[in-house]
C-alpha cells in the first residue's frame, strides 16, 4: 500500500491485492476483445466500401441508422441482464465462455470475402453480420470489462490490472491494424488471418476464466428494474462527465482506425515497411505513455492524468493533419500514441470509480449496467463516425478502388483523419473538468470502505 493512497488502507473485504497471476490471467483477456474490435474498426469500411464496392448511402444507412439503434439499445439491455444473472460461475463468466465462439463466427461471415450478390443484399449481409457482431462484444467485453473493479477496490489495483491488460491489449491492437493493411492486396490472405487470429483470441478469452473466479456477492431479493438502474446510471454526476469525454473519444479513434487504411495508402503512398514504421511510431510510443501516464495518475489523481493524454492526442491528430511528408506524419503518430496510453488505462477505471459511487447511494455493484449505459450513449459515435467518413468521402470525389485519388479526396482524408477527431478531443476536455478530482475520490473510498466493514 502506498503511502500517498492513506484512503485506500481501511479494513475493506474489497480493498484487496490482487495476485500477479490473476493479474496475468485476466488481462491476456482484454488481448482477445481488442483483437476482435479491432479487425471490426480497421477493416469495415475498408473492406465494404473498397473491396465489394457498397454503395455509400448503403453504407452510411447502416452503419449510422440501423447499428447505432441497436448500440443503443443493446449495451443497457445486456448489462441490466448480467448483473441480474444468477450461476454457480458467477453474472460475467458464463457469458464470456458461450458467446465467444458466436463473437468469433460473426466476425468470419462480416468479412466473408466470395459474395456476388446485389448492393441490397450485400446491405442485408453487413447489416445481420455487425449487428451480430455488436451484440456479441456487448456481452463479451461488457462482462469481461466488469470483472475487473470486482477483484478489488483500491484505484491502484485496478490502475495495475489495467496496465496489464492493457499490454495485451497493445498487441493485439497493434496486430488487427497492421495485417488489413499489408494483407489489403490479397483478400484471401486477409480471411485466413481473420480465422487464425479470431482462434487466438476465443482462446485468451475463455481459457483464462477457469484460473480467476468472481467475487461472491450476496444477491438482492430485490434488483432494480431496468428504467430505475438507468435512472439511477444517468443520475450519477461523475459517471456523465465520464461518457461526455467518452463520446468523443470513441469518435475520435473509430474514425482514425476506420480511416487509417485509406490515409496510409492515399495520402501517404505506404508500402509494407513504410506501414510498419508508422504503425511502429504509434504503438512503441504507448509503452512509455503508460509509465507516464501512470505515474501523472498517481501523483496527481486520474482526472489530470486523464487531461493531459487527450490533449497530447488531439496535438499529435493536428500534426497528422498537417503533415507535409511521411516523417512529419511519423512525429503525428508518436504523438498519438504517447497520449493514448493514458485513455486506455483509465478509461475502466474512471468506470469503476462511477460504481462505487452509486454503491454508497444503491448498497449495490452494479459495473454491468454502468459499463452498458456508458455504451448506450458512447457506442452511436462509432457509427456515426463510420457515416461521416463515408458522407466525406463521397463529398470531396473519392474514386472507390482506385489507386489515384484527386486533390480533393486526399484532403478529405486527412480531415477525416486529423481535423475532425482532433476537435472532438478538444471538445472532450471541457467534461473532464467535471469529473471529481483527486481528493474527492479519497473522500468517496472512505465511506465506501465504512459501507463495505459494515
Not at 490482487?18 to 488481448?31: A, D, E, F, Q, W
Not at 439499445?73 to 460461475?89: E, H, L, V
Not at 459474395?115 to 451480430?132: D, P, R
Not at 510498419?276 to 496527481?300: C, D, E, N, R, W
Request: proline fraction near 4%; hydrophobic fraction near 50%; charge should be positive.
Amino acid at each position: 500500500m502506498t503511502s500517498n493512497q492513506p484512503s485506500e488502507v481501511p479494513k475493506d473485504p474489497m480493498a484487496v491485492i490482487v495476485p500477479t497471476k490473476i493479474k496475468i490471467l485476466y488481462g491476456m483477456g482484454l488481448y482477445g476483445t481488442q483483437l476482435f474490435n479491432g479487425i471490426q474498426a480497421a477493416a469495415t469500411a475498408w473492406f465494404w466500401i473498397d473491396v465489394m464496392f457498397l454503395d455509400y448511402g448503403i453504407y452510411s444507412l447502416i452503419m449510422v441508422v440501423f447499428y447505432n439503434i441497436w448500440n443503443a439499445a443493446n449495451d443497457p439491455i445486456f448489462g441490466w441482464i448480467s448483473d441480474r444473472t444468477k450461476t454457480r460461475w458467477g453474472r460475467r463468466i458464463p457469458y464470456i465462455r458461450f458467446i465467444t465462439p458466436i463473437w468469433f463466427l460473426s466476425t468470419l461471415f462480416l468479412f466473408f470475402p466470395s459474395l456476388s450478390l446485389s448492393q441490397i443484399s450485400m446491405g442485408i449481409w453487413l447489416c445481420a453480420f455487425i449487428l451480430l457482431f455488436d451484440g456479441c462484444y456487448t456481452m463479451v467485453a461488457g462482462c469481461y470489462n466488469s470483472v475487473m473493479p470486482e477483484l478489488s477496490s483500491l484505484t491502484s489495483e485496478r490502475t495495475k490490472i489495467n496496465l496489464i491488460a492493457q499490454i495485451f491489449a497493445l498487441i493485439g491492437m497493434g496486430i488487427s491494424f497492421i495485417f488489413p493493411i499489408l494483407l489489403r492486396t490479397d483478400i484471401y490472405g486477409f480471411f485466413l488471418f481473420i480465422i487464425i487470429s479470431g482462434i487466438i483470441a476465443m482462446i485468451v478469452l475463455v481459457v483464462p476464466t477457469f484460473f480467476y473466479r468472481e467475487r461472491k456477492i450476496e444477491y438482492e431479493k430485490k434488483p432494480l428494474g431496468l428504467i430505475s438502474a438507468l435512472k439511477y446510471s444517468v443520475k450519477n454526476k461523475p459517471f456523465m462527465a465520464f461518457v461526455g469525454w467518452n463520446f468523443m473519444a470513441q469518435f475520435a479513434v473509430s474514425i482514425v482506425f476506420a480511416n487509417i487504411i485509406f490515409y496510409a495508402a492515399n495520402v501517404l503512398y505506404a508500402g509494407n515497411l513504410e506501414t510498419y514504421l508508422l504503425f511502429g511510431a504509434m504503438f512503441g510510443t504507448i509503452l512509455p505513455g503508460f509509465y507516464f501516464a501512470s505515474h501523472v495518475g498517481k501523483q496527481m489523481g486520474v482526472k489530470v492524468a486523464v487531461m493531459m493524454s487527450t490533449f497530447i492526442i488531439a496535438t499529435g491528430l493536428l500534426m497528422v493533419f498537417l503533415a507535409g511528408n511521411y516523417w512529419q506524419a511519423i512525429v503525428g503518430f508518436s504523438y498519438i500514441g504517447f497520449g493514448l496510453s493514458g485513455a486506455l488505462v483509465y478509461g475502466n477505471v474512471m468506470i469503476g470509480e462511477s460504481a462505487d459511487f452509486d454503491e454508497l447511494k444503491t448498497h449495490r455493484r452494479r459495473e454491468a449496467m454502468f459499463f452498458g449505459t456508458n455504451a448506450l450513449f458512447t457506442k452511436p459515435a462509432i457509427g456515426f463516425a463510420h457515416g461521416v467518413l463515408a458522407w466525406t468521402l463521397a463529398a470531396t470525389g473519392y474514386i472507390q478502388g482506385s489507386v489515384i485519388q484527386p486533390a480533393s479526396a486526399l484532403w478529405g482524408i486527412r480531415m477525416i483523419m486529423g481535423l475532425f477527431p482532433s476537435i472532438a478531443l478538444f471538445i472532450s476536455l471541457i467534461f473532464l473538468l467535471f469529473y471529481p478530482g483527486r481528493n474527492k475520490i479519497q473522500e468517496m473510498k472512505k465511506q465506501l470502505s465504512k459501507l463495505h466493514s459494515e
